[in-house]
């Protein structure tokens, strides 16, 4: 019986092993394993009294529900009709608000006031983030050609 070559038998995996030794860094710098994003927003904080009186600030607020916007100010008791903006339920996600009429009236809120730069928002538990990064963007002046109020406040959610 003729005996076998072991050395023809072998396989040279040396190669294979060099290019997994490669490929393996090459591929875990290019995984990207949590990516974050971040969005400047302030929440309302509890301070002391303080002596000096400030002048009457604005106060603006934008409720956020399922039924649309309603822009409202500290300086009034009852917000005026015309700052109620109704959503359309033909559109789906984001579309649905009215942000045109939003930007219009923040427009001209700030034309009263331009050294406020503060909005509060009050969105309510059932609106979702894509709406809510929506309005932040109408709010801060992002959706139109001028500055609007870059400061947002997110609020409790409104009932």
């Known amino acids: 019986m003729p005996s076998r070559n072991t050395a023809k038998d072998e396989l040279d995996l040396v190669p294979i092993m060099n290019l997994v030794t490669i490929l393996i860094p090459f591929l875990l710098f290019s995984a990207t394993f949590v990516s974050l994003g971040a969005i400047e927003t302030t929440v309302p904080g509890i301070v002391d009294q303080v002596d000096v009186d400030p002048p009457p600030s604005l106060e603006l607020s934008v409720t956020i529900d399922h039924q649309g916007y309603v822009v409202g100010t500290g300086l009034h008791a009852q917000p005026d009709p015309d700052w109620t903006l109704p959503r359309d339920p033909a559109h789906a996600g984001p579309d649905s ?27 309510a538990s059932d609106v979702s983030y894509d709406v809510l990064i929506h309005t932040m963007d109408a709010t801060a002046g992002r959706l ?16």
């Open 144 to 159: 139109s050609d001028e500055p609007l109020f870059p400061a947002v406040v997110v609020a409790g959610g409104a009932t």
């Open 97 to 123: 608000w009215d942000t045109t009429g939003l930007v219009r009236i923040l427009a001209e809120l700030k034309e009263e006031h331009p050294q406020e730069d503060t909005v509060i928002l009050v969105p």
